[in-house]
């Protein structure tokens, strides 16, 4: 009878302590899911400077090798990125593959800046920076500096290679590998970023449908695609360009990087 009671009062404590151990998870994940995961990395500066948690990746193409982070960008970040490129746009050059300088064309109608090193210091850049070497797999050494660009109605730039054609851009840092396209603003009607070797249907780009894929801004986002395939080689597929805008104002940060470090 001694040994009976001993077994059930055993029995008792450790049922007892898994349904609490049970209640406490429980609890746990519900604070979770009300907090959509965010308050679980605020003690964690890493995990909070990358977004864990929040950033959620889709891959939307094989060939080419398109992923969109969704909230990849804060509120905030997006606002300071804009808001430190404001005064210092200007109209937007493509490169002359025989010098390497820019100059004015009709394949691209908007206006940019490049952030400078000091401006690249700034604790926010510097976790946007730690979050694209991260999620790209690329050391955050090999990437160019961020430039913003605004583009408003009608402006769009049409299909192009970001990798290079020629040897002088090559000099510095190598072949670029890898875009990374963030996007600062939503208020804007068309501005998508359009990949017409991408996929086997249709897409909206600027107003009208055309064969390929496209993506549209929204705020926080991320595309990252890759110029370069798994072979090496560069990919002519990686063709993409950003749709004409047709009402408001797009906002968009670009990070370009290369094979190897640029500074």
Known sequence: MARMRFIFGLLTIVTIGMIT???????????????????YWESDTEGKALRLGSVKPEIISWAPRIIVFHNFLSMEECDHLVAIARPRLQTSTVVDYKTGKGFKSDVRTSSGMFLNYEQRKHPLVQAIEKRISVFSQIPAENGELIQVLRYEKDEYYKPHFDYFSDTFNLKRG???IATMLMYLSSDVDGGETYFPAAGNGSCSCG?????????????????????????????????????????????????????????
């Not at 151990?21 to 308050?39: C, H, T, W």
Request: net charge positive.
């Open 174 to 176: 190598g072949q670029r």
């Open 21 to 39: 151990v049970a209640l406490f998870q429980l609890a746990f994940i519900r604070r979770l899911e009300e907090s959509s995961g965010v308050s």
């Open 207 to 263: 107003g009208q449908f055309v064969k390929g894929l496209s993506v549209k801004p929204v705020k926080g986002d991320a595309v990252l695609f890759w110029s370069m395939g798994l072979d090496g080689k560069s990919d002519p597929k990686s063709l993409h360009g950003g749709c004409g805008v047709l009402n408001g104002e797009k906002w968009s940060a670009t990070k370009w990087m290369r094979e190897r470090t640029t500074y």
